[in-house]
């Protein structure tokens, strides 16, 4: 019973000890804050101005694009590179590869953190955001949509990705029965989260499916759907090798020894699974090219910037993801995972702005501010990721539970 | 026999109750709700006056200029669109192989299975049992959905207003459910616009096609074009050469959707069991490694 009454003395700090943590650590003029802060206070004053003088203040929307740099980047791309959480949860959890298991916290934290931020992102994009409610309290339930599936989705699965990483926010504020409670929910959140993945993976894809005559047809399939889901397998996975090269050099006081020495093989497997999945990805991909008999669109100048993006982007990466696990060379991986991302980026743009009414003479293109809010956003998105691995376990084990 | 009068009126009653249950209890359709309402756009016809345009103005509150300046012709220059202020505009359309101008008026088509619908994730974006599709503000999130789906590129957005709408025809639905017909029609002095029932128009379409066939080409534009639309075009000239898409499909374009969507719940059983199956295969091998921490 002892452990009881340190759960109650500690409830009675928990609002101390909060209001410690949220007081900054470390040093606060570091190159990235500098860069960082006058960022996010300019993003900040434009997002003010666009709600104020409507979104045409800021962006280059028009009658004829009413989708752009928000929606194309912040959501749909950055969804398909939040698709490691699921992936991961799927390894560790479902096929108990323990090995994975150091970097699960770390990933499910960044997947929680981008739905929160694109989901954010969306809503600076809505004409009338009030009204976002509507959709979610049930006075009109527009079930024919495929959007409607999307945000539910969205949000199903942010509460179970929360759910996921609950343990390590119960761990850090030392609430032993909670946490218990909240592992035993675990592998129901990692269910229900790979099922709602697949499925707004996919319906991400399928928001396109009614534009069909305003996509260029080397991009139009009907398999959009399908080959957005396989492709959030190795974006997820790329973010995560990338993610991981970086924070490994950021946060290394926060990783054990033994994380530090696991962790080139951990790439390495992970390298794996990305060539696996880009190889049925291409496929897939040539079989819709075949299919559609579009080989003589490969010789204009739209099938020359889809080659850049298939065999540049793709196939390349690919190559280089097969040769760094046959030579146990992570330094070539990361650069795959690298290139493999700027692939991802490339298909979701194509898709959702550059070659949507590509022939178009006044084509869309966004403005710097457009672009200043994305980086805003990002930027704050990385200050909460900071906060939260500079306090929870998320990284390092918790003495008391080394066994996460 | 042993069935007195009584006792057979109540038979009667039994049975003719049990017949016209079924048909008392289910709604009645409206009057008049049984096919959609249509309009016919004859550019035979058109003289390309804008009064349907002065009068659509009128009807939806939007700016609006003195009825005898909408006879200014300079407009035809170049051809317009529509705004988020101008639900309609007639266009001039000059063709090499016909010797008269041709005027167009454009608005939503109304499609009967509208992507614009299908889109919306609040029914915002409504099509209404008479056929108009209607936009409903205290609804719509201003997500824009219904902007990338429309094939004809209707809706337009406020976009310099901090409380956009989304601005497109509604074929004056307010004035169809009181039993009159759109104000751009009441105002054609030429008859260029008709309204009626759907089928009723078609067969009209058609019948001016095949009693005149050298004024018409042979297709009426709305008949099967994204699965078949409430507002008909016939024409002297195909009607890629007055402001229409080519190749438009001839199925509705939220199709695609239709069978993603019908995918959903199947993933939705299947995926959690095999998931589920895949870890209890899984859990007995790793006992130890799964164990609960050291807290107990």
Not at chain 1, 34 to 50: A, K, N, Q
Not at chain 1, 361 to 378: A, F, G, K, Q
Not at chain 2, 135 to 160: A, H, Q, V
Not at chain 2, 229 to 245: A, C, E, L, R
Request: charged content about 20%.
């Amino acid at each position: 019973m002892s452990s009881n009454n340190i759960s109650v003395r500690e409830n009675k700090s928990i609002f101390k000890f909060i209001l410690g943590e949220l007081k900054p650590k470390g040093k606060i003029f570091t190159p990235f804050n500098i860069i960082s802060v006058p960022v996010i206070i300019l993003g900040l004053v434009l997002i003010v101005i666009r709600f104020w003088k409507g979104l045409g203040s800021i962006t280059n929307l028009d009658q004829e694009f009413p989708w752009g740099l928000w929606i194309g980047f912040d959501v749909v791309t950055g969804v398909a590179f939040a698709g490691g959480a699921y992936v991961l949860t799927f390894m560790v959890y479902i096929l108990k590869l323990d090995k994975y298991h150091s970097i699960v916290r770390i990933t499910v934290l960044n997947g929680f953190l981008a739905y929160l931020f694109y989901a954010g992102a969306l809503l600076l994009d809505l004409g009338r955001p009030w009204n976002v409610i509507n959709p979610i309290i049930g006075n009109s339930f527009g079930v024919s949509s495929v959007l409607f599936l999307v945000a539910w989705h969205f949000m199903l699965y942010m509460i179970a990705e929360l759910i996921e990483f609950s343990p390590a926010i119960a761990e850090w504020l030392g609430l032993d029965r909670l946490r218990k409670i909240l592992k035993s929910l675990t592998i129901g959140a990692v269910i229900f989260g790979i099922t709602l993945s697949t499925l707004h993976q996919a319906g991400l894809g399928a928001l396109f499916l009614m534009a069909s005559d305003k996509i260029h047809p080397l991009w139009y399939t009907e398999f959009i759907p399908v080959l957005f889901f396989i492709s959030s397998i190795f974006a997820g996975l790329s973010m995560v090798i990338f993610e991981g090269s970086i924070s490994s050099k950021v946060f290394s006081d926060q990783i054990s020894h033994e994380d530090h020495k696991g962790h080139n093989g951990i790439i390495l497997g992970l390298a794996k699974v990305c060539a696996v999945a880009m190889f049925v990805y291409l496929f897939a991909k040539l079989i819709v090219l075949i299919h559609g008999q579009q080989w003589e669109l490969l010789s204009t100048k739209w099938g020359l910037w889809y080659l850049v993006e298939v065999v540049g982007f793709v196939l390349i990466p690919l190559l280089l993801f097969v040769y760094s696990v046959r030579n146990s060379n992570v330094f070539t991986v990361k650069v795959a995972s690298l290139l493999t991302m700027i692939g991802i980026i490339l298909n979701r743009l194509n898709i959702s702005v550059i070659a949507f009414k590509w022939d178009m003479p006044n084509h869309y293109v966004p403005t710097w501010m457009e672009i200043e809010v994305t980086l805003c956003i990002i930027f704050i998105e990385i200050w909460v990721i900071r906060w939260v691995v500079n306090r929870m376990p998320v990284l390092r084990q918790h003495p008391k539970y080394s066994n996460h | 026999m042993g069935l007195n009068r009584r006792d057979f009126l109540k038979t009667i009653g039994a049975a003719t109750a049990t017949v016209a249950t079924p048909r008392a209890l289910k709604a009645k359709p409206k009057p008049g709700t049984e096919e959609f309402y249509s309009i016919l756009f004859d550019a035979n016809l058109c003289i390309g006056c804008r009064k349907c345009e002065w009068a659509c103005n009128d009807q939806n509150d939007l700016p609006n200029q003195p009825f005898a300046s909408f006879d200014d012709k300079s407009v035809f220059e170049e051809e317009r669109n529509m705004t988020p202020d101008k639900y309609t505009v007639v266009n001039r359309y000059d063709v090499d192989e016909h010797d008269k101008p041709i005027y167009v008026k454009k608005q939503c088509m109304h499609c009967s299975q509208p992507a614009c619908a299908s889109a919306c994730l609040t029914e915002a974006m409504k099509k209404t049992e008479e056929g108009p599709i209607i936009w409903r503000g205290n609804k719509c999130m201003g997500c824009r959905f219904c902007m990338l789906s429309c094939p004809f590129d209707i809706p337009k957005f406020e976009y310099d207003s901090a409380n956009p709408r989304i601005a497109k025809c509604t074929m004056c639905y307010d004035r169809i459910v009181e039993g009159e017909k759109p104000a751009c029609v009441s105002i054609c002095p030429t008859e260029a616009i008709i309204f009626g029932k759907r089928s009723v128009l078609l067969d009209e379409a058609k019948r001016r096609i095949f009693t005149e066939p050298d004024k018409y080409v042979n297709s009426v534009f709305g008949d099967g074009e994204a699965g078949g639309t409430d507002w008909f075009y016939i024409s002297p000239v195909p009607f890629d050469k007055i402001g229409f898409k080519k190749d438009m499909s001839l199925e509705p374009y939220n199709e695609p959707t239709k069978g993603f969507l019908y995918s959903v719940p199947f993933v939705f059983i299947l995926w959690p069991a095999l998931l589920l199956g895949l870890y209890n295969a899984n859990n007995d091998k790793n006992q130890v490694s799964e164990g609960e921490g050291s807290n107990e």
